[in-house]
């Protein structure tokens, strides 16, 4: 039998039949069927197909190895290196920092960023599926509509001329990249931070009596006396304390409901779109879920008079407390601390030290541009302070409380402030 193959076909001559062939398991199996036509057609139908699909293998081929090629040849230009990224965001009208695969309708920051990163060349694009691949993390989970002056993540990246730049051409105007630094390649932001700093902004009529008339809220302003007796209520949280009826799902015996504060105050009040506001900000060693904003809350019902002064005493004992969660607007991650970091490495003469002097201006620029504005205009619109204090009232501040605790999901149980973003 005299015959020869085209491709996957094969061609006899002694019995006019067309046979087509595949290789599996190391066998070929034959299929023979009989030609409808003349032979001559079949045979220009069966060169042309084989023709078509060796060079649609050849191009996918030379396309695979152009792509391989172009990929190692950035990696030898620009090797990946471990790095911080200093950001700065508002966070209206996103669900958070951080990503969710699977979850596209629900836009976070990192979500944005990541893509960023994508399209400016500074990772693969493989990466984007699997962010374990540039060892990403970030130093603090910030939840829905909550902002960031200095957010810091860890990456590894591909170190592209003007990397901030470039990335920065990608984002929004209401994200930015403001500073990098080289790391060590241990180096993981949220285990190595010492410290979290956030700010929270209100209107001071927060701090008027519950038989105030809040109607009028630019005309209120803060008496001198209220905001130092506002002050001594802060500074009791200061310390080491138990603040298991300050979040979700934590038992009175949880080792991880103690937290260490540090700083806790409410600054002098200022003017802004004829209201009165005022910021507090507190400092410490973590915060978990709704931490922050209750620790307001609780502050705010004694000020007002739904609560007596020595709840806050209370609620660090082992019965549950009922305690307000003020609302998230106004809340801020200002800075994370890497003190222990910087006295390890910053001076070795081989990495820098973690702190942003340098990019204080373009902090302050981007609060001024981005959150601040963001905060009053969404809070002189839509009342959310005002609205939250009159909820004040159902609260049961003298007994222990009925069990009140949000179903969160357990994986948020340690959770950074900035992940409820309170």
Known sequence: MFSFYIGDICLCYDCGYFLYSSYEGGL??????????SSDQQTAKLLKRANEENKDSAERAAKRVKTDAEQTEDEKKYPKKKVVLLLAYSGKGYYGMQRNPGNSQFRTI???LVTALIKSGSIPENHGDDMKKMSFQRCARTDKGVSAAGQVVSLKVRLIEDIIEKINEHLP???????????TQGFNSKNNCDARTYSYMLPTVAFSQKDNDTGNMAAFRVEPGTLKRVNRLFALYKGTHNFHNFTSQKAA???SARRYITEMSCGEPFICSNHEFAVITVRGQSFMLHQIRKMIGLVIAVIKGYAKEEVIERSWGKEKVDVPKAPGLGLVLERVHFDRYNKRFGGDGLHERLEWDSEEEAIKAFKEAHIYPTIVETECQEGSMVSWMSTLAIHDF???????RDNKDPKQENAEEGNDSD
């Open 28 to 37: 070929y199996k034959l299929w023979c069927r009989m030609s409808e036509g």
């Open 110 to 112: 990192e979500d944005d």
């Open 173 to 183: 105007p209401q994200i930015r990249v403001l500073g990098l630094k080289r790391v």
């Open 398 to 404: 003298e007994a222990t409380a009925a069990e009140t």
């Open 253 to 255: 015996n949880d080792p």
